[in-house]
């Protein structure tokens, strides 16, 4: 008959321990992740039931259910993955600082240098953008290494990008 040992019970109670804090953290994150996809689809139902309240939507609308859209993919990828793409927040701030331009555009009809900070804004992020897609494909932080070049139109999402 073989012999058992047995472990401490500090080491068993820390497991437990450990056990229990898992789930509690993995329970909150999905708890978490179904209000804030809730609150997304609720935010973009009554945006889009106001435009079509109003009978018209503006290019300004447009944009916000874009954006709305982007944070719906956000929530939805980090449930699958466990990831958040950073390059899905740059999106967003790209979405809102254009929705801000054409907003001021159409409502002031007059150009000013407000337009060249926010243009120049964008042009950044988009170089942000450049900067996080080739640092991941070229030095990937996850345990799967992605060595083949990325073709035009092809996710490269299979590393961490925090």
């Known amino acids: 008959m073989p012999t058992r040992t047995k472990e401490p019970l500090g080491s068993r109670l820390h497991q437990q321990a450990d056990r229990l804090g898992n789930l509690l953290v993995s329970t909150f994150h999905f708890v978490a992740l179904f209000a804030i996809g809730g609150v997304i689809a609720w935010a ?93 494909h070229r030095f990937p932080s996850g345990p799967h290494r992605n060595v083949a070049p990325a073709r035009a139109g092809e996710q490269d999402d299979t590393t961490d990008e925090h």
Not at 65 to 84: D, P, S
Not at 93 to 105: K, N, S
Request: aromatic fraction near 10%; glycine fraction near 8%; proline fraction near 2%.
């Open 44 to 136: 973009a139902l009554a945006a889009f039931l106001e435009m079509i309240a109003d009978g018209q939507a503006d290019i300004d609308d447009v944009l916000l259910l874009f954006i709305y859209l982007e944070l719906g993919a956000m929530v939805g990828i980090y449930f699958r993955t466990n990831h958040m793409p950073v390059r899905f927040l740059i999106y967003v701030a790209i979405t809102a600082l254009t929705r801000m331009m054409i907003g001021d555009i159409q409502h002031h009809h007059r150009p000013d240098m407000g337009i060249i900070y926010v243009a120049g804004s964008i042009l950044l992020l988009a170089l942000s953008i450049l900067v996080v897609r080739y640092g991941s």
